[in-house]
């Protein structure tokens, strides 16, 4: 599954305001937008493959002629928050007003999305639910499986799709000062290792590989290259699909050997663990 977040600006503005006002910094994360999502656009037309691309509500409101793209060219737009805030951050009744921004700018452009992807992934117990009642059929938050599942919550059912860290971008390519999100540049022919090694083992296992990359760091050129060789050589083994998230999230609801769990908190007993 190839998936793609347009976080622009405000992955960099959740971390504060004043980012704003360094044109460096704003460019930096304006390359995704302006350039890297066209670039890799391109490549899935050229490769006739279908994505998903988790959009904050900020980049609908500040590229809604790039997000109908998006749609226009057969791919799928994935609720990703408004603001990119960390819902971990936030009171339950911000994270929900939060959500909502990101559902209302995105239904401005005339898109009803149908999946979630926290900020961060920094889901909270009450995301999932969250996501329900908005009607969302599935998110993709959770790291306990490396297939998908189906999550029972208080107010209905959602496809989990698991991601990981190490189907992300940010460990390979992600390098800033301030603010300190990584000091990594490696060879896309590295990143492209780390995930085809992946992908071949999931083979074995029957598993589902979320690949999670941000247009600002892998829309740059060698970068979206190795984007490119890796559905290259899921085509050559013959044996995996590369789908979207709401096929992947429609092929987990119709299998009747689905798996399913309950979406229950941890418990911590202070007297064994007294720091907060």
Not at 110 to 139: C, K, N, Q
Not at 217 to 240: M, P, T, Y
Request: proline share 7%; with cysteine.
């Amino acid at each position: 599954m190839l998936t793609f977040d347009i976080d622009a600006e405000s992955c960099m503005l959740a971390e504060g305001r004043r980012y704003a006002q360094q044109p460096g910094l704003m460019s930096h994360q304006a390359f995704g937008p302006k350039v890297g999502v066209p670039r890799i656009l391109r490549v899935l037309r050229a490769e006739d493959v279908r994505a998903t691309f988790f959009v904050p509500g900020l980049t609908a409101e500040r590229y809604p002629d790039l997000i109908r793209r998006i749609i226009d060219e057969g791919h799928e737009v994935g609720h990703h928050s408004h603001s990119h805030r960390a819902p971990l951050e936030l009171s339950e009744g911000e994270e929900r007003l939060d959500f909502e921004r990101g559902m209302e700018a995105l239904d401005r452009l005339g898109i009803r999305p149908r999946g979630h992807r926290s900020a961060l992934w920094a889901a909270t117990w009450e995301t999932a639910a969250i996501a329900v009642e908005f009607g969302m059929d599935y998110e993709s938050n959770m790291m306990d499986n490396d297939r998908p599942y189906v999550l029972e919550t208080g107010g209905g059912t959602i496809v989990e799709v698991p991601p990981h860290w190490s189907w992300d971008d940010f460990p390979q390519y992600a390098y800033l000062w301030d603010p300190d999100v990584g000091k990594n540049v490696v060879a896309p022919s590295q990143a492209l290792k780390v995930w085809a090694e992946e992908l071949d083992a999931m083979r074995e296992w029957g598993a589902a590989l979320v690949l999670n990359a941000h247009p600002f760091l892998s829309g740059r050129a060698s970068r979206v290259r190795a984007i490119r060789d890796l559905i290259r050589l899921a085509r050559d083994w013959g044996d995996v699909a590369v789908l979207s998230a709401s096929e992947l999230a429609d092929r987990a609801r119709t299998d009747p050997a689905i798996e399913r769990r309950n979406n229950d908190p941890i418990h911590v007993d202070p007297n064994v663990y007294p720091h907060e």
